[in-house]
């Protein structure tokens, strides 16, 4: 039985002030995979496509977590954070009950390469106070195998522990850089994903390109294989399975909730500063 339950490829969409990016997850065929809400990869060396960047905007009801590859992106928020994430980087933000934040490329030219994730909250978590994390790169721990090393963002593997948590439910992200083989074994967690973003690889003896979207059965180890490399995004976690209602940067239960939460915004109670 192959591990490899079903394909996708991103669709191509603007966000913020006009970035241009690919839609991989919450596109038309591809929705909401419980808890991950969305998956956002940007990738130009243009500046025109993406140095508009993500002006205020707010949130409420789930974590945001950036991954850089290359270029520079600066957040602040009405919390009163401020932050830089470069090459190799992330910045995890868990909005809760509110919080309005900027995201703005740093540079003017050259490559910006990244990921934005959304990992939603359940239910007893979403009116919590907002936190905000900034982890370069050298925080991130890496496991060698041979050619390969794994970046791991969140989770456990191979006795190290990535700095991205929610405390209490099990959330795992890797970034696998490949060459050769590699072998990783299944996190046991109900959701797994892969995403490659970079090359060819075979996944348990099957052939996948960049740009697709895997929906993974949950038990199997994955036996890697890329001689030329390739570059792919592990993620896995336990479904909260509970009712989701989306309105744009809001993400809620029920509908009622999501009135309220628009209505907060508008009235200036959704986060404690209005502005940055």
């Excluded at 041979?146 to 992200?173: C, H, K, W």
């Excluded at 490399?229 to 993400?251: C, M, R, S, T």
């Amino acid at each position: 039985m192959s591990v490899i339950k079903s394909r996708h490829r991103g669709m191509p969409a603007q966000d913020g002030a006009g970035v241009k990016l690919t839609r991989v997850i919450n596109q038309p065929g591809l929705r909401h995979q419980d808890p991950f809400l969305m998956l956002d990869e940007f990738r130009s060396d243009n500046p025109d496509d993406y140095i508009a960047g993500f002006p205020p905007h707010p949130h409420r009801g789930f974590c945001t977590l950036t991954y850089m590859l290359a270029g520079t992106m600066e957040h602040k928020d009405s919390v009163g954070n401020t932050g830089e994430v470069e090459a190799g980087g992330v910045q995890w933000m868990r909005a809760a009950k509110g919080i309005i934040h900027a995201e703005m490329p740093k540079q003017v030219e050259g490559l910006m390469w990244g990921f934005q994730l959304w990992v939603n909250l359940p239910a007893s978590e979403k009116m919590t106070d907002p936190e905000w994390y900034d982890f370069p790169s050298a925080k991130i721990p890496e496991v060698q195998a041979g050619n390969t090393t794994l970046r791991l963002i969140a989770g456990n593997y191979a006795q190290e522990t990535g700095p991205v948590s929610l405390p209490g439910r099990d959330f795992f992200m890797a970034d696998v850089k490949l060459h050769g083989e590699f072998e990783l074994k299944s996190q046991q967690q109900e959701k797994r994903l892969a995403y490659v973003y970079e090359g060819e690889l075979e996944l348990n003896g099957e052939v996948v390109s960049r740009g697709e979207l895997l929906q993974l059965d949950s038990d199997t180890d994955l036996a890697l294989k890329s001689d030329a490399g390739a570059g792919v995004i592990v993620l896995a976690a336990k479904p909260i399975n509970e009712p989701i209602a989306q309105y744009g940067p809001f993400v809620m239960n029920t509908s009622e909730e999501l009135d309220t939460a628009i209505k907060d915004y508008q009235s200036g109670t959704l986060a404690a500063n209005q502005k940055l």
